[in-house]
């Protein structure tokens, strides 16, 4: 196996392992075992696109995550990573009284 194969094996491994925890905090997120707030935390969220975390929810697909993002005036094609603080706070604050008021 030369360097280059080598390297190439271990990013596609480093890929699967990453879309593996995605998926894991996506079907958390969905069954409610963990919240947004903590999923904002972890560090294999910080490359998705806001769109994709907040459409993970229960009963919250692409358009209503999108109107979400309207509503707080934040691109649904923005990675969590570029996430200000005003901005996490304003989707945390939306997800909990969108949960509270479904409840």
Not at 57 to 76: E, I, N
Request: net charge positive; charged share 30%; aromatic share 2%.
């Amino acid at each position: 196996m030369t360097a280059r194969e080598a390297q190439r094996s271990a990013a596609l491994e480093e890929a699967n392992r990453v879309r593996g925890e995605r998926a894991a905090v996506k079907r958390r997120v969905f069954n409610q075992t963990m919240s947004i707030e903590e999923a904002l935390a972890l560090e294999c969220v910080q490359r998705m696109t806001l769109l994709q975390l907040l459409s993970a929810q229960r009963r919250w697909g692409r358009l209503t995550a999108k109107y979400a993002c309207t509503r707080l005036q934040v691109s649904p094609a923005k990675c969590v990573e570029e996430l200000t603080d005003r901005q996490r706070l304003s989707v945390i604050a939306a997800c909990k009284s969108t949960t509270r008021s479904a409840a």
